[in-house]
């Protein structure tokens, strides 16, 4: 019980924590599609209406509706999909820790594409995330960017997905297009374990090894064999030829 209690406790810890209320904060941001700059606008247009409600005032309510409508066209002029490709190299399934990858990303206009944000998420144990800003991308032109990891420690880990960002000139809603899908990344120890094969056939050798010291001792020391059969065929004919 007192378990369990722990840990629904560590739970609610860890979803209160700042990083935690920050990622959240931005996931929502991500599906919305409106930045903070557009969310400040979007409450002040609910406390100027809430106003203009008590105090009956017009001005008030054409200024709120104004608002309103202000992020309603950022929304509408901020582009929607942006028509590109993408391709990330340097990343492998499995790594050590301490091991440090350097991925290169690739990205490939099929029509020119305005000022937008090349972005990389990458867990905060890894490394942080990257964020380059792009002016212009004519049509059929790639451009190269190189980042680096380090695998501190080990677990599993999302490095992704690779986006870009594009907004209104207001900067008051972005909308993301997704280049390249996530990539799962096992993080193991760096410690080498011996194969089960080389401990059976270790243990073997140490058996066989000590069951022949074994024999040695028993009997006394290493048998002469065929050495003391012809020494005491030897011995025994002696006596008859004195005779």
């Known amino acids: ?11 609610v810890v860890d979803a209160l924590s700042p990083g935690s209320i920050r990622r959240a904060f931005d996931a929502a941001q991500r599906k919305l599609g409106i930045t903070r700059s557009g969310q400040i606008a979007v409450v002040g247009f609910v406390l100027l209406w809430v106003m203009a409600r008590v105090v009956a005032g ?11 409508l202000l992020v309603g066209l950022a929304y509408l002029i901020a582009p929607h999909r942006l028509r590109m490709t993408g391709t990330r190299d ?8 301490g091991d440090r990858l350097d991925v290169e990303v690739k990205l490939t206009a099929n029509r020119r594409v305005g000022a937008f944000i090349l972005e990389e998420r990458v867990p905060e144990r890894l490394g942080a995330p990257v964020r380059v800003p792009i ?7 790639t451009v190269t960017h190189r980042y680096g990891l380090r695998c501190a420690r080990r677990g599993v880990y999302q490095v992704g997905p690779l986006v870009a960002v594009a ?8 909308r993301e297009t997704v280049v390249e899908a996530p ?3 096992l993080v193991r120890s760096g410690r080498r374990c011996r194969s089960p ?7 073997t050798a140490c058996g066989s090894t000590s069951r022949a010291t074994t024999c040695a001792a028993s009997s006394g020391g290493p048998r002469p064999g065929r050495a003391r059969s ?8 002696s006596p008859t030829t004195s005779r």
């Open 90 to 97: 340097g990343l492998f399934p499995r790594a050590q820790e």
């Open 58 to 68: 017009t001005a008030m309510y054409l200024f709120a509706y104004g608002l309103l």
């Open 197 to 203: 094969g080389r401990r059976a056939s270790s243990s």
């Open 135 to 141: 002016v212009k991308l004519p049509a059929g032109q």
């Open 183 to 185: 990539f799962e990344l």
């Open 1 to 11: 019980m007192r378990r369990r209690l722990r840990a629904r406790l560590d739970r």
């Open 230 to 237: 012809w020494c005491g065929r030897r011995s025994r004919a």
């Open 167 to 174: 907004g209104d000139p207001l900067g008051l809603a972005r």
